[in-house]
């Protein structure tokens, strides 16, 4: 299937590795150009030498307001335009109430909720010069259920949610539109730490996974470019599950 998307302009935030990457990388391969964005510089560099020439990166801190502004300004300066947004950002860091103070839970409010509140506003007026806007929010299977010992998570990415279906109605008649994916247990680096304090971890959770195994990066990005696209045109306000069929929830 044809996307059709090719030379439109995406961006894709937190993306120099993980699903990020993974987005960035299945709308290249659909012939779109396709700005990423991470803290890290090297890491930057060596997504975009991979990605190719209709990739450009910028160094930007998420959490930072007066980062995603200037990104978004020099997006407006280069490209004119935005056909389409990825909002990403890696995930706040786990543990149980007790041990989590305010500072964690400031830091992660700014990195999971206002990241997308600013990535988003700063975004409109280039969306609305495309003829075919869209905006996709990566969040989690804990919007769906919480994850133990991801209170942060848990609590922070049904905001995010909340935030997206509002939004489903007040900007539909600017023709934007609006969903979420929402990933289960994906190959990232962030699942790796999470699983990694033994191997009987990993098998419990491979357990309640239906189709027996965790994701791989790779099947995530093509369904987000599919979302993303035109070809998804009457797809709005929905939260789209990526998780093996671990959730067996009814809603």
Known sequence: MDLNIKDRVFLVTAASKGLGFSVAKSLIDEGARVIICSRNEESLKNATSLLGENSSYYVVD??????????????????????????????PPPGPFSRLIDEDWRKAFELTLMSAVWLTRESLSLLRKSDAPSILYSTSISVKQPIDNLLLSNALRPAVIGMM????????????????????????????????????????????????????????????AFLLSPRASYVHGSLFLIDGGMYQGMM
Not at 66 to 76: E, F, G, H, P, R
Request: glycine letters at 12%.
């Open 62 to 91: 998420l959490s930072k307001k007066d980062d995603v502004q200037k990104l978004l300004d020099s997006i407006t300066t280069k490209f004119g335009r935005l056909d389409g947004l990825f909002v990403n950002a890696g995930g």
């Open 165 to 224: 279906r509002t939004l489903a109605g007040e900007l539909a008649p600017d023709g934007i539109r609006l969903n979420a994916i929402c990933p289960g247990y994906i190959q990232t680096e962030r699942v790796k730490e999470l699983l990694s304090a033994s191997q009987a971890a990993e098998e419990a959770i491979i357990t309640k996974i239906p189709l027996g195994r965790i994701g791989k990066p790779e099947e995530f990005g093509p369904v987000c």
